[in-house]
C-alpha cells in the first residue's frame, strides 16, 4: 500500500522561504518519477515541478522556474520541494504524487497515481 506524507507547509511572509519534504512508503521509491501540484481555492490543481526516477532530470512550471527546486533522495524515500522568494500567489495545499507506472517525468495530474493528504502553504503580502 502506497502512502505519501507531506510536511513543511505553514505561513511565511513574502519573500521568505520553505522546504516541504513527502515520505513515500510501499513500493519500490527509486523507479518511480515524483511531481510536486498544488491547488488554491477555487482553482484546479496545477503542475509545480517533478523530477526522474534517479532525480537526474527535473522541470518546472513557468511560475516555479528559478524560485523552486525539487530534489530527492531515494535512500530515504523522500523528494523535496525547496520554495524560495515566496509570493503571495504561491497561497495554495501542496501535494505530492507519484507517477504511474516506470515512466519519465510528467506534468500532467492525469499521469499519476498516488497522491499525498496535501500541506498548505501560505503566503502573506
Known amino acids: 500500500q502506497v502512502q505519501l506524507v507531506e510536511s513543511g507547509g505553514g505561513l511565511v511572509q513574502a519573500g521568505g522561504s520553505l522546504r516541504l519534504s513527502c515520505a513515500a512508503s510501499?513500493?519500490?521509491?527509486?523507479?518511480?518519477?515524483m511531481g510536486w501540484f498544488r491547488q488554491a481555492p477555487g482553482k484546479e490543481r496545477e503542475f509545480v515541478a517533478t523530477?526522474?526516477?534517479?532525480?537526474?532530470?527535473?522541470d518546472y512550471a513557468d511560475s516555479a522556474k528559478g524560485r523552486f527546486t525539487i530534489s530527492r533522495d531515494n535512500a530515504k524515500n523522500t523528494v523535496y520541494l525547496q520554495m524560495n522568494s515566496l509570493k503571495p500567489e504561491d497561497t495554495a495545499i501542496y501535494y505530492c504524487?507519484?507517477?504511474?507506472?516506470?515512466?519519465?517525468?510528467?506534468?500532467?495530474?492525469?499521469?499519476?497515481?498516488?497522491w499525498g493528504q496535501g500541506t498548505q502553504v501560505t503566503v502573506s503580502s
Open positions: 504524487a507519484r507517477r504511474s507506472g516506470g515512466f519519465g517525468i510528467s506534468y500532467s495530474v492525469r499521469d499519476y497515481m498516488y
Open positions: 510501499g513500493g519500490t521509491f527509486s523507479i518511480y518519477a
Open positions: 523530477i526522474s526516477r534517479s532525480g537526474g532530470v527535473t
